[in-house]
């Protein structure tokens, strides 16, 4: 059955230093999404991406973080500048037309 | 804007016992609603959806019913294992689907003993 991956697993850098998420979608879906949970907090929408540009952002989302499909298989988010606040759990999902959304693993991100 | 309220947990049944975990909306026009379960160490994985009102999802021995008049899609199941012991998170979509992000409750924490 296809997955959504994500790499690293865990991923740990200093406070100020830039940070590049991975994600390979399912092969066959249009949009894609990351999400972040932090510790014992709920999942929090950030930004998706449909036909090569964000289609839509929450106010978590700012100037900080920006999203890129590289080819044809990757989706990466870039944190520019981390702080210790960003801090979590980030998920890609990706979806066809449709109303599901499949989850990957998760990146945890620790920013010392 | 859309929110989605769950009971807080966690939650502790022991096992064959019933289960209901309460999830109430808030959103604008038609949303469809999602129960997503997070299993310790891993992602969360889409376990049922309902996408219009009196709508039943079912998976696993899981339901639930898409209840617009009351604004809740609360999740149930007649008797639990020890392997439903996870993470379980209430969600909404935007009846458009497609790019929209989808709305998470906190999550109840549902811990079944043997």
């Known amino acids: 059955e296809p997955e959504v991956t994500q790499t690293p697993s865990h991923q740990v850098t200093q406070m100020g230093q830039e940070v590049i998420l991975r994600c390979v979608p399912i092969?066959?879906?249009?949009?894609f999404y990351w999400y972040r949970q932090i510790l014992g907090q709920k999942v929090e929408f950030l930004v998706s991406?449909?036909?090569?540009?964000?289609?839509?952002k929450s106010e978590i989302f700012d100037d900080q973080f920006s999203v890129e499909r590289p080819d044809g298989s990757n989706f990466t988010l870039k944190i520019r500048s981390t702080k210790l606040e960003d801090s979590a759990m980030y998920f890609c999902a990706s979806s066809t037309n449709s109303y599901e959304q499949y989850f990957g693993p998760g990146t945890r991100l620790t920013v010392t | 804007g859309d929110s989605v309220t769950q009971m807080e947990g966690p939650v502790t049944l022991s096992e064959e016992a019933f289960l209901t975990i309460n999830c109430t909306y808030t959103?604008?026009?038609?949303?469809?609603l999602f129960w997503y379960v997070q299993y310790p160490g891993e992602g969360l994985q889409l376990l049922l959806k309902?996408?219009?009102?009196?709508d039943k999802g079912s998976n696993k021995g899981f339901e639930a019913t898409y209840r617009k008049e009351t604004t809740s899609f609360h999740l149930e199941k007649g008797s639990v294992q020890v392997s439903d012991s996870a993470v379980y998170f209430c969600?909404?979509?935007?009846?458009?689907?497609?790019?929209?992000?989808?709305?998470f409750g906190k999550g109840t924490h549902l811990i079944i003993q043997p």
């Open positions: 309902a996408t219009k009102a009196d």
């Open positions: 959103a604008t026009g038609y949303p469809s």
């Open positions: 991406f449909y036909n090569n540009e964000i289609s839509e």
């Open positions: 969600a909404l979509g935007d009846s458009g689907g497609g790019a929209d992000g989808l709305t």
């Open positions: 092969s066959n879906h249009l949009y």
